[in-house]
DNA sequence: CGTTATTTGTGCGTATGTATT
DNA sequence: AAATACATACGCACAAATAAC
């Protein structure tokens, strides 16, 4: 009846994302049952334990077999795992984008040096991501010229508040393809505006993460400086030994 | 190879998984269909399913309606040069490792949970990480049972203050090789017992990283919980497109 | 000590929907 | 239009782990 697009899975896990987000099982009390879901949502187990499939995968619950399902105590959040550049854009797949500040041309010496300009001119764009509503991330971004100036006509990136799920480095990618991209990743405190953006006290420790994309000529087309919210993102990379 | 205690939507994921690794998938090429599969290994279609979950968590396929099963050609192996398990081990060459807490036997539910351990029996070793003399990093490491109790004849992970230039995952690499390791990171606030270590205030922004590491036979062999201080230590990691 | 009830895990069969070819 | 392939959802049965008695 519900012209809900969401299967009926989908719209369990909300709930119980929400609840467990509210704090409804904080001490270490068992969520309710598959019996008891599969009752209260008039749906059958199978549905129910395919909603607990998902916050199985995003940590935010574990299951004991004979005992129930019991909220993680060290910090859950969102998990993504970003082993390749094609991970970062995928990005977009369940986050949104909001504009803080839109794109405009700036000086930054610093930013044009990372970006291998010779001028100090770049165009720079502001603005927090989101998963399930809460905002996880605060980016700026810093583009040469040649990338920045056809983006200008984008209103996704020039309008304050404009909330859109995609990446920049998506857009990027149509004009100029990826091949590479560095990486460094550290802590720091929190400033106050990142603290106001992230909605967190000032001086929390914050994970920083300084990407610089290149094209195929290894030119930098990108640089972007990300700082996450730890209690709601984790950084996960798997690592091998060998390639096939 | 495979025992019998496993499941069979697990026997069917770990021999696909072998067959992406040996790259019989890789140029394009579809995977079996659910219907396919179900018939060769003689199981129904949702244990098929099952398996393919698994496949899709660790992001080794992506699975589209109507046209099939793809393995993901940017999987985390390709970064191999730059982000790797020997990049890890590497990491003796030019740092020393100084025992805090030597190796002993330790209950921990949560190390053991990690592990994939019923019980919760876990062997522990606490150490500081040196390079120029000056401390950069402080990391736990918890080992199962049948890896920690060899290690206990090792002078250099019992004695109190020993200094020595290797790695724990070395060690444990020669008795069970290992083909893979699952990371995460995070950032917190340093506790008293990490500043203390580290040498920074109480609240100091500090970087975790967590890494399991995996055998041929995808059981755990180690938990190693690093924090690092960001002003003598940044992550660094280049990600690549497609493969050189 | 075993017994029993509870709870999650595994596996099967079926039906229907939706996207792709 | 038809066939193919994955997605969702229901039903059922039995196994295994846990806790309470």
Redesign the interface.
Same mark, same amino acid.
Request: hydrophobic share 40%; with cysteine.
């Given at each position: 009846m519900s012209r809900d697009r969401d299967p009926e899975y989908a719209i369990i896990a909300r709930s119980l994302r929400e609840q467990i987000l509210r704090g409804d099982f904080e001490d270490g009390r068992a969520l309710p049952t598959e019996a008891e879901l599969s009752a209260t949502f008039g749906v059958s187990r199978q549905t129910v334990r395919r909603a607990f !499939?998902d916050l199985v995968?995003d940590r935010l619950v574990?299951r004991v077999p004979g005992r129930g399902t019991f909220v993680r105590h060290?910090k859950p959040g969102y998990?993504r !795992? @970003?082993? =390749?550049? =094609?991970?970062?854009m995928a990005l977009a797949e369940d986050t949104t984008l909001q504009i803080i500040e839109p794109l405009t041309r700036v000086l930054d010496a610093g930013a044009a040096e990372r970006l291998g300009l010779s001028d100090h001119s770049v165009y720079s764009v502001h603005f927090t991501r989101r998963h399930d509503e809460s905002v996880f991330c605060a980016t700026s971004v810093y583009l040469p010229p040649d990338i920045g100036l056809p983006l200008m006509g984008e209103p996704e990136l020039t309008t304050v508040g404009a909330r859109s799920p995609f990446t920049i480095i998506g857009r990027v990618d149509t004009h100029a393809? #990826?091949? %590479?991209?560095? !990486? =460094? #990743? &550290?802590?720091?405190?929190a400033g106050l505006i990142i603290a106001r953006e992230l909605g967190c006290v000032v001086? &929390? +420790?914050?994970? %920083?993460v300084d990407r610089v994309y290149f094209d195929s000529s290894d030119h930098a087309v990108e640089l972007a400086i990300s700082r @996450?919210l +730890?209690e709601r993102?984790?950084?996960? #990379?798997?690592?091998? %030994? =060998?390639? +096939?």
């Amino acid at each position: 009846m519900s012209r809900d697009r969401d299967p009926e899975y989908a719209i369990i896990a909300r709930s119980l994302r929400e609840q467990i987000l509210r704090g409804d099982f904080e001490d270490g009390r068992a969520l309710p049952t598959e019996a008891e879901l599969s009752a209260t949502f008039g749906v059958s187990r199978q549905t129910v334990r395919r909603a607990f !499939q998902d916050l199985v995968v995003d940590r935010l619950v574990y299951r004991v077999p004979g005992r129930g399902t019991f909220v993680r105590h060290d910090k859950p959040g969102y998990v993504r !795992q @970003f082993g =390749s550049v =094609s991970d970062l854009m995928a990005l977009a797949e369940d986050t949104t984008l909001q504009i803080i500040e839109p794109l405009t041309r700036v000086l930054d010496a610093g930013a044009a040096e990372r970006l291998g300009l010779s001028d100090h001119s770049v165009y720079s764009v502001h603005f927090t991501r989101r998963h399930d509503e809460s905002v996880f991330c605060a980016t700026s971004v810093y583009l040469p010229p040649d990338i920045g100036l056809p983006l200008m006509g984008e209103p996704e990136l020039t309008t304050v508040g404009a909330r859109s799920p995609f990446t920049i480095i998506g857009r990027v990618d149509t004009h100029a393809a #990826i091949a %590479r991209a560095e !990486q =460094s #990743i &550290t802590a720091e405190a929190a400033g106050l505006i990142i603290a106001r953006e992230l909605g967190c006290v000032v001086g &929390t +420790p914050v994970l %920083r993460v300084d990407r610089v994309y290149f094209d195929s000529s290894d030119h930098a087309v990108e640089l972007a400086i990300s700082r @996450f919210l +730890p209690e709601r993102y984790t950084y996960r #990379i798997n690592l091998m %030994r =060998s390639t +096939p």
